[in-house]
């Protein structure tokens, strides 16, 4: 920053992070601090330590706390915020609130989910509201995709299952791309492959995965019997009920006939479904 030789005050900042400068005096050389130097020193002072110069509720010396007249990043002795920038970081929020919050006010998305302090905690009052992010959780809904991406790709960031269908989002799109991909579910449609069968009736444990036991979610015919999973499940409730065959099976009686070509695809036996009596 530059300092206004009229009145001897700093003028507005250039940068977020930087050095602000006396004009002379004890401890400078040329107008900038010599090394060791304190700004806060009478012979040197910019500003007054006990001051809030940018009125962010922080003063001067807690925002350069070792008064060496340098700010923020540019800071070698620690992330410091600028005396003279009310948000040092840009994130729409004052960097004594920040701090209040728990926030890093040198940082502009403290959690790092892609999202700014700001976009999160919109109201800036250190909770998060019901229509908020987590600006301290990266993953506020915790369904494995952060918040940042979920913005990103039109998912619903405080809603760990948008589709309810009992896996969550981050065990559908596996690799954040919006995209239903190989062996993927699509965590907006809750029956992906629309068999019948929701997405978590198939994947049983929702971790996003085929398991023994489990059909396939991103197949119709698991099995590849010729008949749909929802098909074999006939009331859907992701068991084999008396009476139904096994969609995990393609030969559920055993008998080598598979369930589509088989006439009687539960019994081995014909005549347990077929009448075969003469005045049938």
């Known amino acids: 920053v530059g300092v206004d030789q009229d009145v001897g005050q700093p003028t507005a900042p250039i940068a977020m992070t930087g050095v602000y400068v006396p004009t002379g005096g004890t401890g400078s050389v040329n107008g900038v601090p010599s090394p060791g130097s304190n700004c806060f020193s009478p012979g040197v002072q910019l500003l007054v330590p006990y001051e809030d110069t940018d009125g962010d509720g922080l003063t001067n010396a807690e925002e350069d706390k070792d008064g060496d007249c340098i700010y923020g990043l540019n800071d070698t002795d620690s992330k410091e915020t600028s005396p003279l920038i009310a ?18 006010p040198t940082n502009p998305d403290t959690d790092g989910d892609g999202l700014s302090d700001g976009q999160e ?69 809750p029956d992906t492959d629309r068999d019948g069968l929701l997405d978590g009736q198939e994947d049983t444990n929702g971790n996003g995965e085929w398991d023994p036991g489990e059909t396939y979610p991103y197949l119709p015919d698991s099995n590849g019997d010729g008949l749909w999973d929802g098909v074999e499940d006939v009331n859907h409730n992701g068991r084999v009920d008396p009476g139904e065959t096994d969609p995990r099976l393609y030969d559920t009686d055993g008998d080598t006939l598979s369930d589509a070509e088989d006439p009687c695809p539960t019994s081995p036996k014909f005549s347990d479904c077929v009448d075969l009596s003469p005045d049938s």
């Open 87 to 104: 948000e040092t970081d840009g994130d729409g929020i004052n960097d004594g609130r920040e701090v209040k919050c728990g926030y890093d």
């Open 121 to 189: 905690d919109i109201n800036a009052n250190c909770h998060q509201d019901g229509d908020e992010t987590d600006a301290l959780n990266p993953d506020s809904d915790d369904d494995g995709i952060p918040d940042g991406d979920e913005v990103r790709l039109g998912y619903d960031p405080l809603n760990p299952d948008m589709d309810d269908d009992g896996i969550d989002d981050g065990n559908e799109d596996k690799n954040f791309d919006g995209q239903v991909g190989e062996n993927e579910t699509d965590p907006r449609d």
